[in-house]
């Protein structure tokens, strides 16, 4: 740096010279304080914009972090802007399903550097990442007391080639942790350890802050932490050093009043903010949360809120520290030196909430909290908010417009007259690993429903009946409030006399071990075991999709009838085939109505006013019988959480237990890949990388691989749960002498390109608009031929075709999943057009080298004549490429006729241009190795 820049970024820094107790003493600080004293009106920042302008002060090099970032966020406008800003984030966290990729991916850019001639242990972290495994336990076995043990023994026995990979990064990676797998969710980690509030790091002082490769990242926003969710790519180049790279935002400011009514949850809460905010539009904005509302939610509250962010669609949704975040440092055992360090610094430099700030927000949004009524969510979307009262309802409007035309309801629901279970009453078991004799399956009048009889018992399923009832996810298992209230809706349940319906998969995954810990405690977790809710493992469970198999005799009477069956789960995503590929009805809930929906057993039932079931002595019992209320949930939380408790489950976190530690795994530099596996594999992006890339050209004779409609998820185009068989990616792994129960899933097979690319646009569920078949299937247009997309993808690969997509609004939603970027590139596709992006997505589309395009404002792929048998020429790429140029596209009919249009890149920043001329984000990095 030179001596005239260092001068000028450190006229903005104070040395704290006060002798107190406080080590920001002996700490640096970039000083936002300073700059409000220089007529800079700070005072009107949102936090999170103070946040990121403390960022460009404190990394101000007048090379990559210039003057210019400096006076765009002094000068912030409310109505956003078109410029960069720059954010180079104190740390990276990330999960085992895309934290796997991202490891091949490091290895790979080590090895071409070796083979290179260059030195592979200089690409390291430049900034410390945590990895925690977290995404790859599955609910095979449930509701029993060795459910635990036996799910982590086939997660090792599935994983194990994984499993090393990452033991061999923990050692041969700098700046790298990992979180060995049953310890954690990665964000309730993050929540409760990992988060430090203030930074202290090579003589400065500065605010936590991160990216992380899930797209929940901004759960640790409640806890005053800014982050949020990207790509693995783009995270990756963040580990080496890059400045992630966005335009200056608008933040919302999202005012909350009053406080939770009796009867409702955090849960109700964020649901309720989904759809509002949802409504509004927030999508590539942050949100900020002001108001006295605050004063009554405590950290693990709006954690609950901002967990959800991508589920708003915004960047963050962020909850400035105050009080509240400095009780619960200390109740997770924070050491208090930390805890007066955050208080102290956020207090000297304007980052301290006290309620009485007078922000300038883009546009403010107002919720009062007295107004919440119980809430669910679904059946495909988690904006689609239902009030509990109405589900029954809504059911049977859903059920006839999107899945049957015909529907009839299913006998007196009323009158509970699904039920007919025979016999002693005694639960069944079943081994996953086993087929079951003597089942029949009968349709029964006309209607969607089977009568199952198995052993000694009998009863009917319909449509609307419950397969899974899971309460899983950070969302909800961070917060202790909802956990205690499930338990205590199980125990008053069970005095009653009421149990789960045995149909009902039921499954409890702790988001961390400090959850047991309380439930134990409480004699709650004895209480949740009597319905069958076991603890199944510590992970993303169902949530992720990795629900497990239905027992088979459930499985077989769904696929014989082809009900419409429904999951319930306290997660954060119902999405199209994410929960399992034979549930297509998926509702999100608070985990007290989990248990109360696995009680019933069917979604289509009022569960405000309808009794829940009969005790034994034929008396109706009511939701509000078994609801406790909030003193009782207060009262046993302040009774069984202990501070030790954090001490001791976070004092081990990266020792894992003995399956971790007695795991061999490779050391070295160099990570020594093996051929035969079907997991792991040196990734195909960067082998033969030329020191210089290549001259962009324009795009000619492009065809269609995919024409989409809105609201196409990464679950769509990278599915993460299991597949079969008949899949293209199925038939790899057959040709490879892997079974069919060794298959696993798609998220845990990422590190494997010949997998993921075959799985990519392989959702069962998704629709193609160029062929009539659903799922997975695309049309070969020069001969009219169906195949699966991967296979048509080739067929054009062989003719040297490149391959566009057509998409509708909100293109990419849902996860930060980067093989929704690098499958599609791997098939050839090379452009997408769609109306709008979501913010991830769009990102890793050019960390990838694909070009995204928007159509014309008020245009639709429909409305300009395309049927995406079209052939199409692109043109304006090829020279003179700037962010949000004009592209012109041309797309040619089979008859002459010409339609033309006029896409806008998608390109945002300069560093956006100069990614997607290196082919993408990582061969720009190494691009920077080799010179």
């Not at 008020?858 to 300009?864: D, P, Q």
Request: proline share 4%; charged share 25%; hydrophobic share 40%.
């Amino acid at each position: 740096m030179s001596t005239m820049l260092h001068l000028k970024k450190i006229a903005y820094i104070k040395h704290s010279t006060e002798q107190n107790n406080f080590k920001i003493m002996n700490n640096k600080i970039a000083s936002l304080t300073k700059l409000q004293q220089e007529g800079k009106n700070i005072h009107r920042l949102p936090f999170s914009i103070r946040i990121l302008l403390e960022n460009i002060l404190r990394n101000h090099d007048g090379f990559a972090i210039t003057d210019e970032h400096l006076h765009t966020l002094t000068g912030w406008n409310a109505a956003g802007s078109d410029k960069d800003i720059p954010f180079k984030p104190a740390r990276v966290l990330m999960q085992d399903f895309t934290g796997v990729p991202a490891v091949v991916d490091i290895a790979s850019l080590r090895a071409e550097l070796i083979r290179k001639g260059g030195d592979g242990s200089r690409i390291n972290p430049a900034i410390p990442v945590d990895l925690v495994i977290d995404h790859s336990v599955q609910v095979d076995f449930f509701g029993t007391d060795y459910s635990y043990k036996s799910n982590v023994a086939l997660e090792y026995e599935r994983n194990a080639e994984r499993y090393k990979l990452l033991k061999w990064a923990q050692k041969g990676l700098d700046n790298f942790t990992v979180v060995p797998p049953g310890m954690g969710i990665c964000h309730q980690v993050n929540l409760e350890y990992l988060a430090k509030g203030v930074i202290e790091r090579d003589g400065w002082a500065f605010p936590d802050t991160l990216v992380g490769t899930d797209s929940h990242t901004p759960m640790v926003n409640g806890i005053g932490v800014l982050a949020w969710g990207v790509g693995g790519i783009e995270a990756e180049a963040a580990m080496l050093g890059q400045p992630i790279y966005f335009s200056c935002p608008q933040v919302v400011g999202l005012k909350l009043t009053g406080k939770i009514p009796q009867g409702c949850t955090a849960t109700d809460m964020v649901l309720t903010i989904t759809k509002l905010l949802r409504d509004y539009g927030v999508v590539g904005k942050f949100v900020e949360v002001f108001g006295n509302g605050l004063d009554h939610l405590t950290v693990t509250d709006r954690a609950t809120i901002s967990n959800m962010s991508p589920e708003f669609g915004c960047t963050v949704t962020y909850f400035p520290i105050d009080d509240q975040t400095l009780d619960y440092m200390k109740r997770t055992a924070r050491s208090q030196q930390q805890i007066d360090l955050v208080k102290k610094y956020c207090q000297d430099n304007m980052l301290w909430r006290t309620g009485n700030e007078a922000i300038e927000y883009s546009h403010v949004l107002e919720l009062n909290l007295d107004s919440l009524r119980p809430t669910v969510a679904g059946p495909k979307r988690p904006q689609d908010k239902i009030l509990l009262e109405e589900l029954d309802e809504k059911f049977t409007e859903v059920l006839k417009t999107e899945f049957l035309r015909d529907y009839v309801p299913f006998h007196s629901r009323q009158e509970h007259a699904w039920l007919a279970e025979g016999g002693s009453g005694t639960e069944f078991s079943y081994s996953p690993r086993q087929e079951h004799a003597g089942i029949t399956v009968e349709k029964e009048n006309n209607l969607r429903s089977v009568r199952i009889k198995i052993k000694n018992k009998e009863y009917v399923l319909s449509d609307g009946s419950i397969v899974i009832a899971a309460i899983t996810s950070c969302t909800n298992t961070s917060n202790p409030t909802v956990m205690v209230g499930a338990g205590l809706v199980a125990r008053k349940a069970i005095e009653r006399g009421l149990r789960s319906k045995s149909w009902v998969k039921t499954s409890l995954a702790p988001g961390s071990k400090v959850v047991t810990s309380y439930l134990q405690r409480s004699g709650l977790a004895e209480d949740l075991e009597a319905l069958r809710f076991h603890t199944v493992g510590y992970g993303c469970t169902s949530c992720i999709g990795n629900s497990g198999p239905l027992p088979p005799h459930i499985a077989e009477a769904i696929d014989k009838s082809e009900m419409i069956v429904a999951s319930v789960l306290s997660g954060n995503r119902n999405f199209e085939a994410r929960v399992h590929p034979q549930v297509k009805m998926n509702f999100l809930m608070s985990p007290m109505l989990v248990v109360a929906f696995s009680l019933v057993g069917r979604v289509d039932v009022d569960l405000l006013h309808d009794p829940l079931d009969y005790d034994p002595n034929g008396e109706p019992v009511y939701l509000k019988d078994i609801w406790p209320t909030q003193e009782e949930i207060n009262e046993t939380i302040k009774a069984c959480m202990r501070v030790e408790d954090f001490e001791k489950v976070y004092s081990v976190i990266f020792e894992g237990e003995e399956d971790w530690k007695n795991l061999v795994a490779p050391e070295g530099t160099k990570y020594v890949w093996d051929n035969h596996s079907t997991y792991i594999q040196e990734a195909p992006f960067f082998q033969n990388l030329s020191n210089i890339p290549e001259k962009l050209s324009d795009i000619k004779d492009a065809r269609v691989l995919l024409f989409l409609g809105d609201s196409v998820t990464t679950d769509h185009i990278s599915p993460a749960g299991a597949f079969g068989e008949q899949t293209a990616a199925g038939q790899y792994l057959v040709s490879k002498g892997v079974a069919r129960k060794d298959f696993n899933s798609y998220g845990s097979r990422r590190g494997n390109h010949e997998v993921m690319m075959r799985g990519t646009f392989a959702n069962v569920r998704i629709k193609n608009k160029i062929t009539d078949k659903v799922g997975g299937f695309s049309t070969y247009l020069p001969t009219n031929e169906t195949l699966t997309v991967f296979d048509t993808a080739m067929k054009y690969a062989a003719d040297q075709t490149p391959l566009i997509v057509l998409a509708g609004k909100e293109y990419g939603s849902g996860s930060s999943r980067d093989w929704a970027a690098k499958g599609p590139s791997l098939l050839g596709v090379k452009v997408v057009i769609a109306e709008s992006f979501e913010r991830i997505h769009r990102s890793n589309l050019v960390g990838m080298g694909i070009l995204p395009l928007e159509f014309p404002a008020g245009e639709t792929a429909e409305t300009l004549g395309l049927t995406g048998k079209e052939k199409f020429d692109i043109t304006g790429i090829a020279e003179d490429l700037y962010p949000f140029k004009k592209i012109k596209v041309i797309a040619r009919k089979d008859s002459g006729e010409t339609i033309t249009f006029e896409a806008k890149a998608r390109l945002d920043s300069a560093i956006d241009v100069a990614y997607f001329e290196n082919g993408g984000i990582l061969q720009y990095v190494l691009r920077g190795f080799l010179k």
